[in-house]
């Protein structure tokens, strides 16, 4: 016997709030496609921030978010793609721009970028 779950995301960016019953293990993000609910992506391997959500109730299981530092997932962080229904959740889709920024911002924009130097060339 399966448990299933209430998932309910907030895409703020459609303005639209979609919930579901899901498989606890299943994938957040396929299991709304499977119901015909699409939700924003890109790689569907964890590694971008285009599925990014900030959880506002509950848990899940995110252990394959490479494109989150775990800093960013302590703080609630999340990437629907890849993570996995553990219980009841609520969440919240991001902008891509603002996860990444909060991901990587302080890793770029340092300064000027130098000019290369030329490869030797046998």
């Known amino acids: 016997m399966s448990v299933r779950h209430r998932v309910t995301v907030h895409d703020r960016q459609s303005g639209l709030t979609h919930s579901a019953e899901l498989e606890e293990g299943d994938y957040v993000l396929q299991g709304f ?9 890109s790689c569907r391997n964890g590694c ?49 721009d603002e996860v990444y920024m909060l991901q990587f911002g302080n890793a770029f924009a340092r300064g000027r970028v130098r000019k290369a130097l030329p490869l030797d060339e046998d």
Request: one cysteine or more; charged letters at 25%; proline letters at 5%.
């Open 33 to 41: 496609e499977s119901l015909g609910t699409p939700l924003p992506f």
């Open 48 to 96: 971008c921030t285009a599925c990014a959500v900030r959880v506002l109730e509950g848990s899940l299981d995110q252990k394959e978010a490479l494109g989150l530092s775990k800093d960013l997932r302590n703080k609630g962080y999340g990437l629907l793609c890849v993570a996995r229904v553990l219980g009841p959740l609520e969440v919240e889709t991001q902008e891509e």
